[in-house]
């Protein structure tokens, strides 16, 4: 079956290539170079499932479900974009192929034998000894095989110049790049071949990314991410990255991150609307401060986010706020967001008018979202419902999965909490385990090399 799907991927593909020459203008080629990009994805995530699938492979079932969701994801997210720039006519032709529909029974039969297997099994093979406790080292920065400066002491003054280089490297192991206290106004990518990239910075609140791309800019959500992280086993320390477009520029992503075992550790992400999309693979963000206001933890990835500070600011007049909205497609994915022992509070500019605002704690983008909260504390800013249905439709109200599970604080009761089917107060640890590090990233196999401090259980 993943066979069948890559053939159909590579043929898509190409026509996605020879597709380019029919755009007229900026936003079809914006829409256009998101397909292009996530085509490719799509293939390179395909290859990875049937090396994994090979008799003598070290792959678990849960990496192939996880490498089948991102292809899966990838394919929505190409025609989400469209709709986007309101070029969904333009691009039809490119989705329309039934790939989606393979990489969907591809899920479903694997998923029939994820539930015969432990998450805790297999440490991976690209895990070496001396990356242990790499993470918490103070003398980190000092590790780094290039420093990137602004004011010009180091190998490179742009961010982006030092990744470049990284990419021709020939060594193999982590490549770590300190980035020095400063603000650095650029947007970045780390693509599909470069992998195993450390950013150190100088502290979040000295080392920060800025950028102001938008859709009301002329972008689409995926294009307007000030750092765009695609390769393998990414890293961040001590950074903050930001999006300025502001409230009135619609969607604004500061980070977007579909890197495979990556971690975020004692980073910030500043935006309004859509400011951290965690777009697909798994991924572990630690100690880290995350701002907006609307759906702006979103997308499919497999994620937790464990002792972060979650910051809703004040909207636009007439705007309420959503903290998550996460975006599974397909019953079988084994995606959701794992919020676990954070805070959930008003910003300074909220505040004083926190009143006047409603703020959510997620809602359905897609028809089987799946989001869970556990032994996390809420500020009365959480409207007493918790939850908000998708742009006052009923979708997805019987199909998703949302848990709350021994949270605490004035916005943590569940006595008002939604009615839906799909809506579940958490009383067993056993149900709220499977949303841990553990279970939902599998991160007892791969957590430890990183020297992140991490809690595997409840």
Known sequence: ??????????????????FGSNCTNNRQKFAWADCLKLYDNT???LNHTLQGLQPNSSCTDFDVQTWLSTAFTNIQTCRAGSVDLNVSDFILPLVSTNVSELISNSLAINGVLLEKETHSVGFPSWVSAHERKLLQSSSLASKAKLVVDKYGS?????????????????GSGRFIIHVKRGVYSENIEVGNNVNNILLVGDGMKYTIVTGSRSVVGGYTTYSSATAGIDGFGFMAVGITFRNTAGPQNGQAVALRSSSDLSVFY????????????????????????????????????????????????????????????????DPNQNTAISI????????????????AFKTYLGRPWQQYSRTVILKTYMDSL?????WSAWDNTNVGLDTLYYGEYKNFGPGSSTRWRVRWRGYHVITSSTVASQFTVGSLIAGQSWLPATGVPFTSGL
């Not at 995350?290 to 809703?312: L, S």
Request: hydrophobic share 45%.
């Open 340 to 355: 676990h022992n954070s805070r959930i509070l008003a910003a300074p500019d909220l505040k004083p008018v926190v009143k």
């Open 154 to 170: 180091g190998n490179f003054r742009t961010i982006q110049a030092a990744i470049n280089a990284a990419a021709t490297s020939t």
């Open 382 to 386: 959480v409207h007493p419902m918790g």
């Open 43 to 45: 293939v390179l995530q």
């Open 1 to 18: 079956m993943v066979q069948v799907a890559m053939e159909r991927a590579i043929h898509a593909q190409r026509h996605v290539l020879e």
């Open 266 to 329: 004692r980073c910030a992400f500043q935006g309004y609307q859509d400011t951290l999309m965690v777009l697909s693979q798994r991924q572990f963000y630690k100690a880290c401060y995350i701002y907006g206001t609307i759906d702006f933890i979103f997308g499919n990835a497999a994620v937790v986010f464990q002792n972060c500070m979650i910051y809703a600011r004040r909207p636009l007049q007439g705007q309420a706020n959503v903290i998550t909205a996460q975006g599974r497609g």
